[in-house]
């Protein structure tokens, strides 16, 4: 058995505690550990928090796709805003997996670079949350949408389960 949802959000601060709800209900409903469903919840907040901050001012809407299919989890944060502004400056690939997984659409056609974000200053209020995402998650990976506007936000966790797990028993 797999779980897959997605949803489209108003672009404001209040839907990320929404995001983080439904996918926290899912992952205990399923059974995941719950020290791998903080993680995720965590690194989906700061995916959803960067999407309402530098989606564009135009588009209200951003989306979450997230697939739970055996022991990986993916999660994507789609937005409109102004994406990432050319391959030079745009984070790479954070990868500490062996290939791609088994959610890819589309193969990877360049081996992934491990790139690590540095954490902000210790009195800066932003410039965490990629830093955050690599940090607790398996595989990162960053592209602009394809003949659109936009930035997407892609990452994936192996899942660890309790015992008697409802969807690691299926």
């Given at each position: 058995?797999?779980?897959?949802?997605?949803?489209?959000?108003?672009?404001?601060?209040?839907?990320?505690?929404?995001?983080?709800?439904?996918?926290?209900?899912?992952?205990?409903?399923?059974?995941?550990?719950?020290?791998?469903?903080?993680?995720?919840?965590?690194?989906?907040?700061?995916?959803?928090?960067?999407?309402?901050?530098?989606?564009?001012?135009?588009?209200?809407?951003?989306?979450?796709?997230?697939?739970?299919?055996?022991?990986?989890?993916?999660?994507?944060?789609?937005?409109?805003?102004?994406?990432?502004?050319?391959?030079?400056?745009?984070?790479?690939?954070?990868?500490?997996?062996?290939?791609?997984?088994?959610?890819?659409?589309?193969?990877?056609?360049?081996?992934?670079?491990?790139?690590?974000?540095?954490?902000?200053?210790?009195?800066?209020?932003?410039?965490?949350?990629?830093?955050?995402?690599?940090?607790?998650t398996d595989q990162v990976r960053y592209r602009n949408r394809t003949g659109r506007r936009g930035a997407v936000v892609s990452f994936d966790k192996i899942l660890k389960w309790r015992e008697g797990a409802l969807l690691h028993?299926?």
């Amino acid at each position: 058995m797999s779980i897959w949802w997605s949803l489209h959000l108003r672009r404001e601060a209040a839907s990320v505690p929404l995001a983080r709800r439904l996918l926290l209900g899912t992952m205990e409903t399923a059974g995941v550990d719950p020290d791998v469903c903080y993680d995720l919840s965590l690194a989906l907040s700061e995916a959803c928090a960067n999407a309402v901050e530098h989606g564009d001012g135009a588009a209200e809407e951003y989306r979450v796709t997230a697939f739970i299919d055996g022991d990986t989890c993916r999660i994507e944060v789609t937005d409109s805003g102004p994406g990432f502004q050319d391959r030079s400056s745009a984070p790479g690939p954070h990868d500490r997996s062996p290939g791609p997984g088994p959610h890819d659409r589309s193969p990877r056609t360049e081996p992934a670079v491990p790139r690590r974000h540095t954490p902000a200053p210790a009195q800066a209020e932003h410039g965490r949350g990629l830093f955050l995402i690599e940090a607790l998650t398996d595989q990162v990976r960053y592209r602009n949408r394809t003949g659109r506007r936009g930035a997407v936000v892609s990452f994936d966790k192996i899942l660890k389960w309790r015992e008697g797990a409802l969807l690691h028993m299926s």
